[in-house]
């Protein structure tokens, strides 16, 4: 077997990158720094085969890797072109998913990371609150109390659990940090898919309805703390309702369930 480690002092070969993606990088330093901007046209492809000087294939080639990173939507036929496009969440929701499936994460791996983020998340919050802030959340709690109170006779349960996770994301969204932000709407992608099946496959339909609405209460108290502005307090009560709330949602086997049970 040969050692892939150079002898020293011997250099290793360094694959040079090819013309399509110098091309790529130079259209996406663009999108990132805001030159081009979402909607935004990109130059024909006559225009852009004279200006990099390439065959059409290499830009075509450099097209496929922005496409692949949801940088650019292109549109094909009499009207198509080039647009500039924006990543989504659920992109990176899906390739961090296969990183945690090929790794063998558990969901009970996933609920801990979920339980330090979000205590944290309400403390930022609650320190830095503001008036929209404390009056979505207030709609979030709404939407959610106006489903249980119809009841659970034909009621789309995974309905109700979009709608609390409504309130989850607006903890996220507003806690000012952008990295947490998207972090906290990568994890949703996988606890919003155990959750739906979850409530799914539950047959105790009264159980359900006691469970959502201890998360009202749960989720009013904890806006209240946030607008009362009490860091410590609120950090405190959502750390210990997401502990709550995990313990109830990990029973049995699924502690131990892995994420790629949820996308086979």
């Known amino acids: 077997?040969?050692?892939?480690?150079?002898?020293?002092?011997?250099?290793?070969?360094?694959?040079?990158?090819k013309t399509a993606e110098l091309i790529a990088e130079q259209l996406r330093s663009q999108i990132v720094r805001g030159v081009l901007k979402q909607g935004d046209a990109l130059p024909t492809e006559v225009e852009l085969v004279k200006q990099?000087?390439?065959?059409?294939?290499?830009?075509?080639?450099?097209?496929?890797?922005?496409?692949?990173?949801?940088l650019i939507v292109v549109r094909?036929?009499?009207?198509?072109?080039?647009?500039?496009?924006?990543?989504?969440?659920?992109?990176?929701?899906?390739?961090?998913?296969?990183?945690?499936?090929?790794?063998g994460a558990t969901l009970a791996d996933v609920y801990e990371a979920r339980k330090v983020l979000e205590p944290a998340a309400v403390r930022m919050l609650a320190e830095r609150r503001a008036a929209d802030d404390v009056s979505d959340l207030t709609?979030?709690?709404?939407?959610?109390?106006?489903?249980?109170?119809?009841?659970?006779?034909?009621?789309?349960?995974?309905?109700?659990?979009?709608?609390?996770?409504r309130f989850h994301d607006v903890i996220m969204e507003r806690c000012g940090n952008t990295t947490m932000a998207l972090i906290g709407a990568v994890l949703r992608e996988v606890i919003a898919r155990h959750m739906s099946r979850a409530v799914a496959t539950a047959t105790d339909h009264a159980g359900i309805e006691s469970q959502f609405r201890r998360t009202i209460r749960a989720f009013t108290k904890v806006t209240s703390l946030i607008e009362a502005g009490d860091?410590?307090?609120?950090?405190?009560?959502?750390?210990?309702?997401?502990?709550?709330?995990?313990?109830?949602?990990?029973?049995?086997?699924?502690?131990?369930?892995?994420?790629?049970?949820?996308?086979?």
């Open 139 to 165: 709609a979030a709690v709404g939407a959610v109390a106006a489903l249980v109170d119809e009841g659970t006779e034909g009621a789309d349960f995974s309905e109700w659990s979009a709608a609390a996770f």
């Open 231 to 264: 860091p410590d307090a609120a950090e405190q009560f959502w750390s210990a309702h997401m502990a709550r709330a995990t313990k109830g949602m990990l029973w049995g086997d699924l502690a131990t369930e892995t994420v790629i049970d949820l996308f086979v």
């Open 76 to 103: 094909r036929g009499s009207r198509g072109g080039v647009l500039v496009s924006s990543p989504q969440t659920s992109v990176a929701a899906r390739d961090f998913g296969l990183l945690l499936q090929m790794s």
């Open 52 to 70: 990099f000087g390439v065959s059409r294939p290499t830009l075509r080639e450099a097209f496929r890797i922005l496409e692949s990173e949801s």
């Open 1 to 17: 077997m040969t050692d892939p480690t150079p002898p020293h002092g011997s250099t290793r070969l360094v694959r040079a990158p």
